[in-house]
């Protein structure tokens, strides 16, 4: 489009949406909002809490169950202690980092002194005395959970996507012939 001086202060108008453009829009958004809930650290300390008691998220259902009928759940002291210390470390500020594999090899490294010890320290107190499986059990499950959440911040590759995708997403509702174009946003991982 030429540029007319004649046509100076008048507005420039806008290329009408389609409905079909908006809707797409919108599923996009939903998509990107469902798949940023689901990876969120609040969300994995929600699933975290869930596996030290004994549960497993029924698939079908999504509802938790109980992996042993009967079994008795670990110390709620334990349970709170754990999503407590874990919940300062599995956070946006942790995921959206940009941590080194040395970095993370440290924090893990303390991560781990820590269960050994508070479970060794307390483990009268949470009823775990003679229970080393279950101590193992627990132990697993929260280094397993945290070493993959900090494995997603090396080397900034969460934050890469989740603005990768922010940035596919405003770039959508581009015309081809603007700057960036549709195959342009697909080449985020770039």
């Given at each position: 489009?030429?540029?007319?001086?004649?046509?100076?202060?008048?507005?420039?108008?806008?290329?009408?949406?389609?409905?079909?453009?908006?809707?797409?829009?919108?599923?996009q958004d939903e998509r990107v909002r469902n798949f940023v809930a689901q990876i969120s650290p609040e969300h994995q300390l929600?699933?975290?809490?869930?596996?030290?008691?004994?549960?497993?998220?029924?698939?079908?259902?999504?509802?938790?169950?109980?992996?042993?009928?009967?079994?008795?759940?670990?110390?709620?002291?334990?349970?709170?202690?754990?999503?407590?210390?874990?919940?300062?470390?599995?956070?946006?500020?942790?995921?959206?980092?940009?941590?080194?594999?040395?970095?993370?090899?440290?924090?893990?490294?303390?991560?781990?002194?820590?269960?050994?010890?508070?479970?060794?320290?307390?483990?009268?107190?949470?009823?775990?005395?003679?229970?080393?499986?279950?101590?193992t059990r627990i132990g697993h499950i929260m280094l397993n959970n945290t070493f993959m959440v900090m494995k997603r911040s090396?080397?900034?590759m969460e934050s890469k996507r989740i603005f990768g995708t922010m940035n596919m997403n405003e770039n959508m509702g581009q015309?081809?012939?603007?700057?960036?174009?549709?195959?342009?946003?697909?080449?985020?991982?770039?």
């Open positions: 489009m030429e540029y007319n001086p004649e046509l100076e202060g008048y507005p420039i108008p806008q290329q009408r949406k389609e409905p079909d453009d908006i809707m797409a829009a919108q599923m929600m699933d975290l809490q869930w596996r030290i008691k004994g549960y497993i998220r029924d698939p079908m259902s999504g509802e938790w169950k109980k992996v042993t009928e009967g079994a008795a759940e670990p110390s709620p002291v334990l349970v709170s202690r754990y999503i407590s210390y874990l919940s300062s470390l599995l956070n946006q500020n942790t995921t959206f980092s940009n941590l080194s594999s040395t970095e993370i090899n440290g924090i893990m490294r303390l991560i781990i002194e820590w269960i050994v010890d508070d479970l060794e320290a307390n483990a009268e107190e949470y009823g775990l005395e003679k229970e080393y499986q279950e101590r090396q080397n900034g015309q081809p012939n603007q700057k960036g174009g549709f195959l342009e946003t697909l080449k985020f991982w770039k």
